[in-house]
């Protein structure tokens, strides 16, 4: 059976027009295909010339010429002088200590400079009239108490009457060290006074 030629026409017709449009249909989804696979690359013009690289790392940075800082004795930073990257030289402070520990040091020896200086004054100067008076007291003391118990017939009251006594005795030698060995300074009143109690104590 023969097929009728219109229907032939129109499929030719049909096919004619198809092939193109999905000639150009393919080249459109190659060319996006294309497209999107180039997305992510990037394009430069090739030259001669310095080839400039950058690295990043992490690190530390020593410096050619260091040393090594201690202080005489320990303590507590009051002060810092010197900032980084300051030029210093030997002998330069680059920091203060706090030294109020050093200063109450410092004070406290001066105070037992000034009590030496007074006990060394009061040696130079010899006994005072109040001194010589309680040693001459006592030695009376003494006199009175040998003196009642030479009659008593207990050896022990004795004894200790004579203790005291030589005790009183070596009081009035140290007296008179004392005036032999004043200073030249004192008043000749004062020497004489001195010697009218070692006389009186002996």
């Known amino acids: ?3 009728p030629v219109g229907c032939s026409l129109l499929l030719l017709a049909v096919l004619m027009l198809g092939v193109p449009v999905l000639v150009f249909a393919s080249r459109q989804n190659q060319a996006a295909s294309e497209a999107a696979q180039h997305a ?4 430069h013009t090739i030259t001669s010339g310095d080839v400039t690289v950058a690295v990043t790392a ?11 800082l201690s202080v005489a004795s320990a303590g507590r930073v009051a002060e810092v002088l010197a900032q980084p990257g300051d030029v210093v030289r030997a002998g330069d402070v680059i920091a203060h200590l706090d030294n109020d520990t050093q200063q109450i ?3 406290q020896a001066r105070l037992g400079l000034e009590m030496a200086q007074l006990r060394r004054d009061d040696l130079l100067a010899g006994p005072d009239s109040g001194q010589i008076a309680v040693a001459q007291a006592n030695i009376d003391a003494a006199r009175g108490s040998y003196r009642s118990a ?3 017939v207990n050896p022990d009251d004795l ?8 005790q009183a005795l ?3 030698e140290n007296a008179q060290h004392a005036r032999t060995t004043a200073p030249g300074s004192q008043p000749e009143e004062r020497y004489a006074l ?4 070692v006389g009186a104590a002996s």
């Open 170 to 172: 070596a009081a009035v």
């Open 159 to 166: 004894r200790a009457a004579e203790l005291g006594y030589q």
């Open 150 to 152: 030479a009659g008593a």
């Open 40 to 43: 992510n690359v990037e394009f």
């Open 1 to 3: 059976m023969k097929r």
């Open 194 to 197: 001195l010697d009218a109690q």
């Open 58 to 68: 992490l690190g530390q940075v020593d410096a050619d010429v260091s040393a090594n």
């Open 105 to 107: 040091g410092v004070e």
